[in-house]
């Protein structure tokens, strides 16, 4: 008796967006502007302040740009994420209940 | 028919094809039937479904359905092709922008999705409505919406175990929540759900909620429509002010006593908006508004503290739906995702054409 094979096929799909991986990091933060992007939940902008305020304590940063993309479940919109990328060197993204 | 585009896989026999979607985590935790290229063909064939024929996008990832990937997870699942119908226009509604698929299936809230089926195909698939309806037994219930779950796994890669579905406590409709309404105990006059969400009477539809789990209660003793409703509307109370849509399932012991007093179905909706509410003060001392919802919902007004407050936005909120098997006064609400805020209710009607 020959044994039975079965042939099955693949069930996914691949995303046809590119998923891209980690930006460069900077070598330091010295002189740099940080973004602080909250996404209106209520504890979003409490942490991003604190993790602010550590960061210019241990580093030399030029300051913060705070911005609120809006409605948490959601993506920010391109033109709202390009023009947030225009104002500063990094960014920090927060998601707080 | 063009061919199908999907990579195959050879193996031994059929008890390997199960253990291999296992291990590739394209399962969803139970064991699925293998989908051979002759069974989705067939499926297709069957459904009169071209393999490349786009059913839905998920917009946020850009994640295509295709419908061969729709028969593929559909067979996984254990429906038969008869159901594909079913599948293509629940795929069509939950990637409806305004459902927000993306949100609710990564959402820490941990919504499922429930399918409730109306018109003439429930009969004809055997879709449960009545006895036990969101219970196990039925196939066509279990893996119609089985289907829907594997298609979020493997084709919009939101699985448990790689981190993209960020459930805090999940919820067990996310294995499969598919139920058919009791079309046959509305009250006297009541159209059914799909008919009152816009779609022709005589047709079949599947309306999509994302939805959270459902509280229970038993009311054997109020034998008046107010009396019921202010059973549910003690269930309403801890979801928070300012729902803006909530599914009411009701059973047919207490749709019966809706068509004794020969109640209308706008009237469930307007009769809790006008009477399920609290004043200000009294939302606060329950401690709601509570998260998001005071964001996003009704704002209690600091000044007039006496006013009351409606725990639904509109009369329309209320989404009544009747459910179950005869005897036993026990009826439901289910909240859906964000009290309605950020993700809507979707029906499609199902296309039947060949």
């Known amino acids: 008796m020959t044994q039975e094979t079965i042939r099955v096929l693949d069930p996914t799909a691949p995303l046809s967006i590119a998923t891209d991986g980690m930006a460069d990091r900077p070598e330091s933060l010295a002189g740099m502007r940080v973004g602080l992007m909250r996404n209106s939940k209520m504890k979003s902008e409490p942490l991003l302040d604190a993790i602010y305020d550590v960061l210019a304590e241990r580093f030399d940063v030029a300051g913060a740009y705070k911005v609120d993309k809006g409605e948490a479940s959601r993506p920010a919109e391109p033109k709202f994420l390009s023009d947030f990328s225009k104002e500063v060197d990094v960014a920090l993204l927060a998601n707080g209940d | ?354």
């Open chain 2, 1 to 354: 028919m063009t061919r199908l585009t999907s990579n195959s896989i050879e193996l031994p026999g059929v008890l390997e094809a199960i253990e291999t979607y296992f291990e590739n985590g394209w399962s969803d935790g139970l064991p699925v039937v293998p989908p051979t290229p002759e069974a989705v063909t067939a499926t297709l064939e069957a459904a009169n479904l071209r393999p490349d024929a786009i059913l839905g996008i998920e917009p946020v990832k850009s994640a295509v359905i295709t419908a061969e990937k729709a028969a593929i997870n559909a067979i996984m699942a254990g429906c038969k092709p008869e159901y594909m119908p079913v599948v293509v226009a629940a795929i069509g509604a939950i990637t409806q922008p305004e459902f927000n698929l993306h949100g609710i299936t990564v959402s820490t809230m941990g919504a499922a999705i429930l399918l409730v089926v109306n018109g003439p195909i429930t009969e004809e698939l055997g879709i449960n409505s009545k006895t036990s309806a969101f219970g196990p037994g039925y196939r066509a219930n279990a893996t119609i919406g089985r289907a829907i779950r594997l298609l979020i796994i493997n084709v919009l890669g939101t699985r448990t175990d790689d981190g993209l579905d960020k459930a805090t406590l999940g919820h067990p409709g996310k294995y499969s929540w598919c139920i058919a309404e009791n079309e046959d105990d509305l009250p006297y006059g009541w159209t059914p759900m799909h008919v009152t969400r816009g779609v022709e009477e005589g047709k079949s539809a599947v309306t999509v909620f994302p939805g959270l789990s459902a509280t229970q209660f038993g009311e054997h003793e109020a034998n008046t429509p107010e009396g019921i409703l202010d059973a549910f509307a003690q269930r309403l109370y801890p979801l928070g002010p300012g729902l803006d849509e909530v599914a009411i399932i009701i059973s047919p012991e207490h749709a019966a006593y809706l068509e004794k007093a020969r109640w209308q179905k706008e009237q469930v909706g307007n009769y809790l908006f006008e009477n399920a509410r609290k004043t200000a003060s009294e939302w606060t001392a329950m401690g709601l508004p509570s998260g998001a919802q005071q964001e996003n919902n009704t704002k209690l007004d600091a000044i007039e503290r006496d006013r009351p407050i409606s725990v639904l936005s509109s009369p329309e909120s209320a989404i009544p739906i009747v459910v179950g098997g005869a005897g036993g006064g026990w009826s439901a609400v289910i909240p859906t995702w964000s009290n309605g805020s950020r993700a809507k209710i979707v029906t499609r009607a199902i296309n039947l054409s060949k």
